[in-house]
């Protein structure tokens, strides 16, 4: 038992020095990191960083163009809304929502899919069709429309949103974690591990797990960014987060009215969900690249 | 070939059978839809009796294969709202549906397969940068905030598109643009990838030596092979076309069964969610089936993969 783990062990220290170096030179790895970072700041500090109260209104001051326009001012830097609420003070809030639902569901997905993936990837056969059955039959519902209709059902709050999606969202875990365990299983340090007579659950959490766990924050990271996606979609439609909820999609959508007369309300939530979203994927990439960087992308 | 062909097909009805039992689990468990529908100001008395009435009383299970044997048999029963045969309704906003989200996978399939081509062809260089950079971004963008964005551009300050309705091809195009942007970046890079690796192959080289021209090794040797996962992951993202086709219906007033979709969920009208949540599933699996199927006629080893 002891010695596989100590035959990889220094090579894993060895890749993990390599790879702090590759990522240091991995120009989008480096900026989807640094963006997402600045967000998840903002989100963190938003009470502090925010200049008005994201739900205040103020009728006399609707569409208070932004300070790059005429008549904007310094008080409403990025203009009000339609119900003269600050638009910055929201955008800044509505970060919390977006990152809240892209973590908080990959939480949930996460579990749900590596579990499937591993036990479909390590024990084969029957559990492998099982499993690989209830992948084809997820992927057979259309996402948007089953959450949208749940949703809408059981009331639409945060909280709903992330287990609906979460809920939904772990076929891509499972498809990826049980490749990358067929992979592992064969290799000899499980072989060794089963020889030595050490338990399933063992093996699987100590063996088989941590060589896959690359995969799995690869994944994380692009389902982070879909979840977000998603959110912003059906909030967008009027069935997701509810009004006064700052959420960027939900913003874009009460927006439409007064699209043709004040754009920059519809653009800037979009481009704060544009940037958010590419930064993340930009991460993940990077991760990738950065855990096999020989893999064509 | 007879053999893969029916156990796909056995396959595909088990998947759409267990997906129509999902979404209708799903959806009679959410929430009680008797109570939605009688309002918030009716008595219990009006509550039991829609209950009574609309068959809600019953098992979850007997109202599912009540509902699964009406369906089979072409009723997908009445709209709550509209008091109209569901199929009915759905049949009149299929081809709006169908329409863009064929419109979108041309334009995607289209443009994704030679930009992959064009970027395996010369990797790094700056069409590969650029191909890449599109793709990118084409992940990260919303597709309702891109479709406004269009509709402000080309709609309001060029003046070049109609903004919505349906019937001429120029109505078609942002719906086409907005919806098929979506699998631009998968189609690319599977088709980049495909190219680089059967361009690195021994036959590709053999075919080079042998002295055929660029043009034909390119096509005959390298495309055709490359192509065999792009024509399976083509087929799925039509499918998530279609479902996904509700965001952008809505923004672009068209009335297919995306909007159909999305009206009946906000009046709980629940046969028609569930019968449009059943049709794409149905599509879906059908469009699946039939990608697999011209796979495994173009690669043997799939289809002599089972029974070995």
Same mark, same amino acid.
């Given at each position: ?73 310094? *008080? ?9 609420? %600050? ?43 099982? *499993? ?11 996402? *948007?429309? *089953? ?66 766990? %690359? ?73 990738? %690249? ?8 | ?51 009574? !009435? ?40 299929? @081809? ?26 010369? @990797? ?88 055929? @021209? ?6 005959? !040797? ?32 068209? !009335?297919?069964?995306? !909007? ?49």
């Amino acid at each position: 038992m002891s010695a596989p783990v100590a035959a990889v062990a220094p090579a894993a220290r060895l890749g993990g020095q390599d790879r702090l170096r590759r990522a240091l030179r991995h120009g989008g790895l480096l900026a989807g990191a640094a963006v997402l970072g600045v967000m998840v700041l903002g989100a963190l500090l938003a009470p502090w960083l925010a200049p008005h109260d994201p739900y205040g209104q103020d009728l006399a001051r609707r569409l208070v163009n932004p300070v790059w326009h005429a008549g904007g001012t310094w *008080v409403h830097p990025l203009g009000t809304d339609g119900l003269g609420r %600050d638009y910055l003070s929201r955008l800044i809030y509505g970060s919390r929502i977006s990152l809240l639902i892209g973590f908080g569901c990959v939480l949930i997905s996460g579990v749900i899919g590596a579990t499937l993936g591993v036990a479909a990837g390590y024990f084969g056969a029957r559990v492998d069709m099982a *499993v690989m059955f209830l992948i084809t039959t997820r992927l057979s519902m259309p996402v *948007v429309l *089953v959450a949208l209709a749940v949703v809408a059902l059981v009331g639409g709050s945060l909280g709903v949103v992330v287990c609906v999606l979460g809920l939904l969202l772990w076929d891509r875990f499972a498809v990826v974690m049980r490749a990358a365990t067929q992979q592992v299983r064969g290799l000899e340090y499980v072989t060794a591990a089963q020889a030595a007579g050490a338990s399933t659950g063992r093996i699987l959490i100590r063996e088989v797990l941590p060589n896959v766990l %690359d995969q799995l924050l690869v994944v994380a990271t692009l389902e982070v960014a879909h979840a977000v996606l998603l959110e912003a979609a059906l909030s967008f439609l009027g069935l997701g987060v509810q009004p006064p909820a700052p959420s960027w999609g939900l913003m874009v959508s009460e927006a439409k009215e007064h699209m043709f007369f004040s754009p920059w309300l519809i653009t800037l939530p979009g481009a704060a969900l544009f940037g958010l979203v590419l930064a993340i994927n930009l991460l993940g990439d990077g991760l990738r %690249d950065v855990a096999a960087p020989r893999r064509d992308r | 070939m007879l053999t893969y062909t029916l156990k796909r097909l056995l396959l595909a009805t088990l998947v759409t059978l267990t997906v129509s039992m999902i979404s209708f689990a799903l959806l009679r468990l959410s929430g009680d839809v008797a109570a939605a529908l009688a309002g918030a100001d009716a008595t219990s008395a009006d509550v039991e009796y829609l209950r009574r !009435h609309y068959g809600l009383d019953r098992p979850v299970l007997v109202q599912y294969l009540d509902w699964l044997g009406q369906a089979l048999r072409g009723d997908l029963g009445q709209s709550l709202y509209f008091k109209q045969p569901v199929a009915e309704m759905i049949r009149e906003r299929l @081809p709006v549906t169908l329409t863009i989200g064929a419109c979108g996978i041309a334009f995607a399939v289209l443009l994704g397969i030679p930009l992959g081509v064009l970027a395996a062809l010369r @990797p790094n260089s700056w069409v590969d940068r650029l191909a890449l950079s599109l793709a990118v971004c084409g992940q990260a963008l919303p597709s309702f905030w891109f479709a406004l964005l269009m509709i402000l551009l080309f709609g309001v300050v060029l003046r070049w598109l109609p903004i919505s309705g349906f019937g001429t091809w120029q109505q078609l195009v942002m719906p086409a643009v907005a919806l098929g942007y979506q699998a631009l970046p998968a189609i690319m890079r599977l088709t980049r990838g495909g190219m680089v690796e059967v361009l690195q192959t021994d036959y590709v080289r053999t075919a080079y030596a042998k002295g055929l @021209p660029r043009p034909a090794v390119l096509f005959k !040797h390298g495309l055709r092979n490359a192509l065999v996962p792009v024509v399976a992951l083509t087929a799925v993202q039509l499918g998530f076309m279609l479902g996904g086709s509700i965001v952008i219906e809505s923004v672009f007033a068209l !009335h297919g069964i995306g !909007h159909l979709a999305w009206q009946s969920i906000s009046r709980r009208d629940l046969p028609v969610v569930q019968a449009v949540v059943l049709i794409i599933s149905c599509f879906y699996v059908l469009i699946t089936l039939l990608a697999d199927l011209v796979n495994a006629w173009l690669d043997p080893r799939i289809r002599l993969e089972g029974s070995r």
